[in-house]
């Protein structure tokens, strides 16, 4: 079954950039569906972050859009985060998603999220 | 799209039903008659997992036990007897256009 898991450093300096990477598993990246990071902390609860689908075609959270990129590497069957200028407020663990299209970007996988912490 | 729940905490008897409201700021309501309402429930210590798409569809896997009715602006989360794997914070979340919001959570535990 398709399966996602988040990779990348736990621990980030403030104002540097956090970059996450979420492999695929179980199917090809290529097949129509969007792809979506989700962050969740004590304070702000579930928050998306933004979406790619296949195309390279991007959707971001407009309080986050200035700070992230997402990109996709569909040889590789993985696609990723990048946000810059981070703080404490971006602590949080980072979940990838697919947003299934047939349920209408429900998100129908999860991975098992990685916390990521911004301190000096 | 401001997405609000009722109640933040449900304490629940084994064998009694549940419900959970979820409220949307804009209805959900597509040309296409969908409601682009979603339902999650996060287990502790998991990730969240998909209960119910489109206001009314159990995802793959889901208990009949769990139903989701609602149109509009107006949803909520029915579990028909509830039990004790049921324990967990639940979210509702509008997939109509990004960015996607999720509610607060309802937390479900057992008395």
């Known amino acids: 079954q398709v399966q996602l898991q988040e990779s990348g450093p736990g621990l980030v300096k403030p104002s540097g950039t956090l970059s996450l990477i979420c492999a695929v598993s179980?199917?090809?990246?290529?097949?129509?569906?969007?792809w979506s990071w989700v962050r969740q902390s004590p304070e702000r609860g579930l928050e998306w972050i933004g979406e790619i689908y296949h195309s390279g075609s991007t959707n971001y959270s407009p309080s986050l859009k200035s700070r992230v990129t997402i990109s996709i590497d569909t040889s590789n069957n993985y696609f990723s985060l990048n946000m810059n200028s981070v703080t404490a407020a971006d602590t949080a663990v980072y979940y990838c998603?697919?947003?299934?299209?047939?349920?209408?970007?429900?998100?129908?996988?999860w991975g098992r999220g990685t916390l990521v912490t911004v301190s000096s | 799209f401001v997405m609000t729940q009722s109640p933040l905490s449900l304490p629940v008897t084994p064998g009694e039903p549940a419900s959970i409201s979820c409220r949307s700021s804009?209805?959900?309501?597509?040309?296409?008659?969908?409601?682009?309402l979603h339902w999650y429930l996060q287990k502790p210590g998991q990730s969240p997992q998909l209960l119910i798409y489109?206001?009314?569809n159990r995802a793959s896997g889901v208990p009949d036990r769990f139903s989701g009715s609602g149109s509009g602006t107006d949803f909520t989360l029915k579990i028909s007897s509830v039990e004790a794997e049921d324990v967990g914070i639940y979210y509702c979340m509008q997939a109509l256009q990004p960015p996607f919001t999720f509610g607060p959570g309802t937390k479900v535990d057992i008395k």
């Open positions: 998603a697919r947003g299934n299209r047939d349920l209408r970007r429900a998100f129908d996988i």
């Open positions: 179980g199917d090809s990246i290529n097949t129509g569906q969007w």
């Open positions: 489109l206001g009314s």
């Open positions: 804009q209805s959900l309501l597509q040309r296409n008659g969908f409601n682009y």
